[in-house]
T-cell receptor
Framework: DAGVTQSPTHLIKTRGQQVTLRCSPK?????VSWYQQALGQGPQFIFQ???????QRGNFPDRFSGHQFPNYSSELNVNALLLGDSALYLC???????????FGQGTRLTVV | AQSVTQLDSQVPVFEEAPVELRCNYS??????LFWYVQYPNQGLQLLLK??????LVKGINGFEAEFNKSQTSFHLRKPSVHISDTAEYFC??????????FGKGTMLLVSP
């Protein structure tokens, strides 16, 4: 079992650009959540996907959007990048109704 | 709304000494409580969780935590730390559906 896998591991983007991050959940999991972890901070919940729909959303602007595919994998899209979007983006997967979430290694996004 | 306060941003300790990392939470509903560990440039790994039942919870790597409802606390303890325990530790709460609210983290620094 490969666990939760995220790609890419690192990337650098310029202000104003758009970025797409990808996540494959742990085998058997159907729910994917995304978190943003700024330097020196705890992770903050962005949104959660289940059955290809956004089920819950944290306090993030509409520039942050996502998608879940029929195979349960997910994408996080961020438009009009700001310097403040620089962070580690973590994907977590779980089985709907279960309490435990499993995290990937994260994607380190740097906006210059 | 839920919130988590980790009272210490950094805890230095000598190897083989005991350690306690403090966590207080606020919530208007019943919660589940978690401690995660994050090693440098890694994702989050679950140490332990409290869902219900016994208030003393044992986790991996010799860690344990005690849920205190009256004090709304969930402090993490280890009787004897190792150099390899040096990492960032996050306390988190959830009211269900595996969405987590994290504290800002406590850096545990173990020195010889």
């Amino acid at each position: 079992d490969a666990g939760v896998t995220q790609s890419p591991t690192h990337l650098i983007k310029t202000r104003g650009q758009q970025v797409t991050l990808r996540c494959s959940p742990k085998s058997g999991h159907d729910t994917v959540s995304w978190y943003q972890q700024a330097l020196g901070q705890g992770p903050q919940f962005i949104f959660q996907y289940y059955e290809e729909e956004e089920r819950q959303r944290g306090n993030f602007p509409d520039r942050f959007s996502g998608h879940q595919f029929p195979n349960y994998s997910s994408e996080l899209n961020v438009n009009a990048l700001l310097l403040g979007d620089s962070a580690l983006y973590l994907c977590a997967s779980s089985l709907r109704g279960d309490t435990e979430a499993f995290f990937g290694q994260g994607t380190r996004l740097t906006v210059v | 709304a839920q919130s988590v306060t980790q009272l210490d941003s950094q805890v230095p300790v000598f190897e083989e000494a005991p350690v306690e990392l403090r966590c207080n939470y606020s919530s208007s509903v019943s919660v589940y409580l978690f401690w995660y560990v994050q090693y440098p440039n890694q994702g989050l790994q679950l140490l332990l969780k409290y869902l219900s039942g016994s208030t003393l919870v044992k986790g991996i790597n010799g860690f344990e935590a005690e849920f205190n409802k009256s004090q709304t606390s969930f402090h993490l303890r280890k009787p004897s730390v190792h150099i390899s325990d040096t990492a960032e530790y996050f306390c988190a709460v959830s009211s269900g559906y595996s969405t987590l609210t994290f504290g800002k983290g406590t850096m545990l620094l173990v020195s010889p």
